[in-house]
């Protein structure tokens, strides 16, 4: 069993005004308004450690690197603002060292990666069913618009939002809306106990005791299944940990949580050579996708890896069949997003015509023409 437990503590001060920093965003707007007025694209990058699964851009590189910094982070409040260039190693260090964490566990690309990547792309790793998406813990940001303003969305503390919550929509947008400058995160405490369950079982029976598992009120924070072991990551205080191993009866446990670590950091491992990563989005009580390959099942039986090489074509339709969608992250091919249906495909240029109307921000990231 592993974990620490929360310190809280007062507020933690830092340099939140900087010259260094004010010059780099006046270079970094003076560049937007270039742009906007020569209808030059854009491609937005921090460290640029995730270029392999997304969607190549063409245009000039805007790097946010050196706009880097945490700006206030309050352990009491749980709450962390940072300037978008910030390594996210830097971040999990800072809250680690107050027994907290991002309650999201965003798959690391190296130490190169920024907290506004991180964002901006939206990806979670398998704590995500259980404590929340990327957009759930943004509580506010800051983002530099096409004319090289800066707007604030949002604030630093949970409150009801009235009308359209514009710093959630930065989670995932992969940069297409605007250029995220900073960001405020809600951030929780690390778990003082954390330990991982075994059982040996097929695919099938694996993805019904998930299923089971997860409408029990139990205190999981993992449920993945790979190459013929289900894992249940149990977290909480100690006794109640322990507690909770003598309830569930596994055929063993794992002190460490090195399956974990690697499961979070699934999406930067390369393929095989000819074969291509892909990730399935289905309900988790989907049975067993039919396609060869390697398969690894995240999120309770929602988020499903396969490495293969089987064709796009026959990728997608196995997805829509099991009620999902399919994207292809890294190898073969590249980065491709699923199809979108007439009317999504429609409030997606929507959204762009508003924020980007001259089109210069990571054009084609997510699709053509977006």
């Known amino acids: 069993m592993s974990g620490a437990g929360f310190d809280g503590g007062p507020e933690v001060e830092f340099d939140a005004a900087g010259d260094a920093a004010g010059a780099v965003l006046a270079q970094l707007s003076d560049r937007i308004r270039a742009a906007t007025r020569d209808r030059l694209p854009l491609r937005i990058a921090g460290g640029d450690t995730r270029s392999a699964v997304l969607r190549p851009v063409p245009g000039q590189l805007l790097r946010l690197a050196a706009y880097r910094g945490i700006l206030a982070y309050s352990p009491s409040e749980l709450v962390i603002t940072a300037r978008a260039g910030t390594p996210l190693a830097e971040i999990e260090s800072a809250l ?17 990666s920024t907290i506004g990547g991180v964002v901006a792309t939206g990806l979670a790793g398998p704590r995500r069913p259980y404590a929340g998406a990327v957009r759930d ?6 983002v530099m618009n096409g004319r090289g303003e800066v707007l604030r969305f949002g604030g630093q503390v949970m409150k009801n939002v009235a009308g359209y919550d514009v710093s959630r929509l930065m989670a995932g947008a992969h940069g297409t809306l605007g250029v995220i400058v900073d960001v405020s995160l ?3 405490p690390r778990p003082a106990g954390e330990c991982s369950v075994l059982w040996q079982l097929a695919p099938d029976e694996a993805l019904q005791r998930m299923t089971a598992l997860a409408r029990r009120p139990l205190a999981i924070a993992g449920l993945a299944y790979a190459e013929g072991v289900l894992r249940a990551r149990l977290a909480g205080q ?13 055929d063993a446990v794992e002190p460490g949580l090195d399956f974990w670590e690697a499961l979070r950091d699934l999406p930067t491992r390369t393929p095989r050579e000819g074969q291509a990563l892909w990730r399935f989005a289905v309900s988790p009580a989907a049975p067993p996708i039919d396609l060869p390959g390697s398969w690894t099942i995240d999120w309770g039986g929602a988020q499903r890896w396969l490495e293969t090489d089987v064709d796009d074509v026959r990728m997608h339709a196995a997805a829509a069949h099991a009620g999902g969608h399919a994207a292809r ?15 999504l495909l429609a409030l997606h240029r929507a959204l762009k ?6 089109g210069v921000f990571n054009p084609g990231r997510l699709y053509d023409g977006l």
């Open 96 to 112: 680690a060292a107050r027994g907290q964490m991002l309650g999201f566990e965003p798959p690391r690309f190296g130490a190169a």
């Open 137 to 142: 813990f943004v509580l506010g940001v800051r």
């Open 186 to 188: 809600r951030v929780l």
């Open 238 to 250: 100690s006794a109640a940990v322990d507690a909770l191993i003598e309830v569930l009866a596994p």
């Open 329 to 343: 992250l890294r190898g073969v091919g590249g980065a491709s997003l699923p199809p979108l249906p007439p009317a």
């Open 353 to 358: 015509q508003a924020f980007d109307p001259a």
